[in-house]
């Protein structure tokens, strides 16, 4: 059973739009944070907007001003709105989360989605 299920990716022109959904499934619980982070080839795996606490937002200083977390509780899922996008943008894009383990709220968990292709055309 996959936990984090992502949704829209995919390839659009420089200075286009996409939106990203990750739905966490009921088994996790008392999601602490929610968010995401990326990878492109060869460079290491970075944060990009997460959710702390259903109310803080923090954006990695590259997005800033292009990228918009928000979050529906009531549907356990995350959005990330991405505009202006640019050919660094290019990556794959994984959901994040860290939620009590199946042990308890005492041990935190971090769980990741499949991840999503992102492909900005220059």
């Known amino acids: 059973q996959e936990l984090l299920v992502e949704s829209g990716g995919g390839l659009v022109q420089g200075g286009g739009s996409l939106r990203l959904s990750c739905q966490a499934s009921?088994?996790?619980?008392?999601?602490?944070?929610m968010g995401w982070y990326r990878q492109s080839p060869g460079k290491q795996r970075e944060s990009v907007a997460v959710?702390?606490?259903?109310?803080?937002?923090n954006y990695a200083d590259s997005v800033k001003g292009r990228f918009t977390i928000s979050g529906d509780t009531a549907k356990n899922t995350v959005y990330l709105q991405m505009n202006s996008l640019k050919s660094e943008d290019t990556a794959v894009y994984y959901c994040?989360?860290?939620?009590?383990?199946?042990?308890?709220?005492?041990?935190?968990?971090?769980?990741w989605g499949q991840g999503t292709q992102v492909t900005v055309a220059s």
């Open positions: 994040y989360a860290r939620a009590c383990s199946p042990y308890g709220c005492h041990i935190r968990n971090d769980y």
């Open positions: 009921g088994s996790l619980f008392s999601i602490e944070i």
């Open positions: 959710i702390i606490d259903g109310d803080r937002t």
